[in-house]
């Protein structure tokens, strides 16, 4: 489609031959802005110590689960976090329980939400494809989420909410799609 792509090589960001490879990216690239959703350490060490001068955006899609201990290996991370810091200056959040989640020590400089840009009545319109997958006529209102099942995405509280709009609303169909936690999942 006439867009440049550049793989890394490796299987994750704790390969010590991403240092090589990242380096001979960026140097072919040489982009002006450089977009991370998940940074791995070790291209977080690199940006931070050769890349300084690049500007960086930030894409926040998800909500980490709760951990109540801490690691020795999540230790040196967020120790290694602190010596190499990368500026962002922009951070985009997929939605405001996103943004309120990682913003509670105060608000990032540049912080905006993006919001589902679908129009949902054009694609309803357009494509039956899940009215005909879960068997419902196609004007059958079906309301659905599709996350990672787990707690921290709150599935069982969608449910909860629906069974409340089906004793408003018999007509309408709740559908959640995702994988993750098995006992969520069984729990659903």
Not at 127 to 132: A, M, P, T
């Amino acid at each position: 489609k006439g867009v440049k792509t550049f793989s890394l090589g490796v299987s994750n960001g704790h390969d010590f031959s991403i240092f090589p490879a990242f380096r001979k990216v960026m140097k072919s690239f040489n982009p002006d802005i450089v977009h991370v959703h998940v940074v791995a350490l070790f291209e977080k060490m690199m940006l931070s110590m050769l890349y300084r001068s690049k500007k960086y955006v930030c894409t926040v899609h998800g909500i980490s689960d709760a951990v109540w201990y801490e690691t020795f290996r999540m230790k040196i991370d967020k120790w290694l976090n602190d010596i190499f810091p990368i500026k962002y200056g922009a951070t985009c959040f997929i939605s405001n329980g996103v943004r309120n989640h990682y913003s509670t020590g105060g608000e990032p400089e540049g912080a905006f939400t993006v919001y589902n840009s679908m129009v949902f009545p054009d694609v309803i319109c357009r494509n039956h494809r899940l009215h005909k997958l879960i068997g419902v006529d196609k004007c059958t209102p079906i309301i659905g989420t599709s996350c990672r099942l787990a707690n921290v995405k709150a599935p069982l509280l969608f449910i909860e909410v629906m069974c409340n709009v089906l004793k408003q609303h018999p007509k309408v169909h709740a559908v959640v799609v995702g994988d993750g936690d098995d006992v969520i999942r069984h729990q659903l």
